[in-house]
């Protein structure tokens, strides 16, 4: 399985994904923004970390370019932005870990969160990149899906890096289980994760 998701994506979300595409670009234009305020604040919450401050900051640049490109798409095709919803997956995963704890464990906590959420939009951009009828919308989403991959690892790789590895990595298979669980009952709405 790629990426070490332990449950799939079901292929009929591409189908309803096909079907609400001015909601999936909306939405995924909001996932772009969120990755970049996710970045803004890791280098808030831990400037002591040079490298990861470096590499956040390039984070930053690259995903709001990423939110700009999908705002044209939004833009090119007579639609707007519209309102940010809620993101039922984000919000569930979000209760995995305890409150509080070291800054290490809330930094190591977090870097995890993200590379999970990279991970799985990863998946769900080669979902859509292989199955769209939509040509230029597929090759959008293929060329998405590389540099979404590298975010994952890169997130991953400093998480081990500050953590303790043998607990990093049982937190993230851990997290990973939990994950599997929530997307049990998701595949089914037209959202990036839903």
């Known amino acids: 399985m790629m990426l070490g998701l332990k449950l799939p994506t079901d292929p009929r979300w591409v189908n309803i994904a096909e079907k ?64 940010d919803r809620k993101d039922e997956y984000v919000a569930k995963l979000l209760q995995f870990f305890p409150k509080g704890g070291s800054r290490t464990t809330q930094m190591v906590h977090r870097l995890l969160y993200a590379a999970l959420i990279e991970a799985r939009s990863c998946e769900r951009f080669k979902l859509l990149s292989e199955n769209m009828k939509d040509e ?27 953590g303790e590895r043998t607990e990093v990595d049982e937190k993230w298979q851990a997290l990973l289980d939990f994950e599997a669980e929530i997307m049990r009952d998701l595949g089914t709405s037209e959202t990036m994760h839903g």
């Open 20 to 83: 609400n595409i001015e909601e999936i670009l909306v939405d995924h234009a909001f996932c772009e923004q969120k990755a970049a305020s996710t970045a803004i604040s890791l280098i808030v919450s831990f400037p002591e970390y040079p490298e990861l401050v470096e590499e956040m900051i390039s984070l930053v640049k690259e995903e709001i370019s990423h939110f700009k490109m999908v705002h044209d798409k939004i833009l090119a095709r007579g639609w707007k932005l519209g309102r």
């Open 136 to 162: 230029e919308l597929a090759t959008f989403y293929k060329n998405l899906m590389v540099s979404e991959a590298n975010h994952y690892t890169m997130f991953l790789g400093f998480a081990r890096q500050y």
